[in-house]
């Protein structure tokens, strides 16, 4: 019995040294990656979510006790998310709007979205959330929703890792180790977690909200399935920003 726990126990934190390094530049140690580890690393993604968000909220404090305007606060939260995220999630935020809003065939939308080049609805796609953030953040919200909407939005991943299924490539991707092979009972758990939590709490609308959220969530996933015949590791990447962004929103005072 001792020994099977000892196993276990490595095991959880390569699956966290996993999440980590996937979703943040938080240095780890050096790992082997195996396939399949990153779908069971999914598990994690909601709280290095959350870590991001906590540091985000630790900043917020920080620059109110140096009582930094409200509009420099805002772009310094948006841009030290980025910088924790490398950007990858609005990389795929830009590549999704490229290819969805072309009007080329199935052929050539695929090929977009692969395409690391900038087009003019990614370069729109980027300037819209960013700015919609910033404007979010400079007006009177609750700083609690810096870490609930990172949380959300890793969630909602894995509503496309739950309940989607990837288009195949020439070269298996990560997106193909992680959409469709999320079980449905880590999907379900962190929305259990995220939706009623802050119930608990007395935020007795909040629940009815973040279904909405959630629920914008998926249509514009099955809107990305149909245009691509499938979702790719970009798509997880744009419904992170999108349901992140919204909940943001939802926690304007």
């Known amino acids: 019995m001792e020994s099977s726990r000892s196993a276990i126990k490595p095991k959880i934190w390569h699956y966290w040294f996993v999440a980590m390094s996937f979703l943040t530049c938080i240095p780890v140690p050096k790992f082997n990656y195996q396939n399949g580890d990153l ?27 140096v ?5 420099l606060i805002a772009l310094v939260l948006v841009a030290t998310s980025l910088v924790l995220t490398r950007g990858l999630h609005l990389d795929g935020w830009a590549d999704v709007c490229d290819a969805l809003f072309s009007t080329q065939d199935l ?3 695929r090929e977009i979205l692969k395409d690391s080049h900038l087009g003019t609805f990614g370069v729109t796609g980027i300037f819209l959330l960013l700015s919609f953030k910033v404007i979010v953040l400079g007006g009177n919200f609750l700083p609690i929703y810096l870490i609930i909407a990172p ?5 909602a991943a894995l509503i496309i890792g739950g309940l989607f299924h990837p288009f195949r490539q020439e070269k298996k991707s990560l997106g193909e180790e992680f959409i469709g092979q999320i079980p449905r009972w880590v999907m379900g758990t962190w929305l259990g977690v995220i939706m009623l939590f802050p119930w608990f709490l007395g935020w007795h609308y909040y629940p009815f909200k973040a279904a909405l959220i959630f629920f914008v969530g998926w249509l514009f996933s099955k809107m990305m399935e149909r245009g691509f015949r ?7 990447g744009a419904i992170i920003e999108l349901v992140e962004t919204l909940f943001l929103y939802l926690g304007r005072i």
């Open 39 to 65: 779908s069971r690393a999914a598990v994690f993604f909601p709280i290095v979510g959350g870590l991001v968000g906590a540091f985000s909220y630790g900043l917020y404090y920080l620059l109110r006790f």
């Open 151 to 155: 949380m959300a939005g890793r969630t």
């Open 67 to 71: 009582n930094a305007g409200n509009w």
């Open 230 to 236: 499938g979702l790719s590791g970009d798509a997880v």
């Open 107 to 109: 052929k050539r939308r």
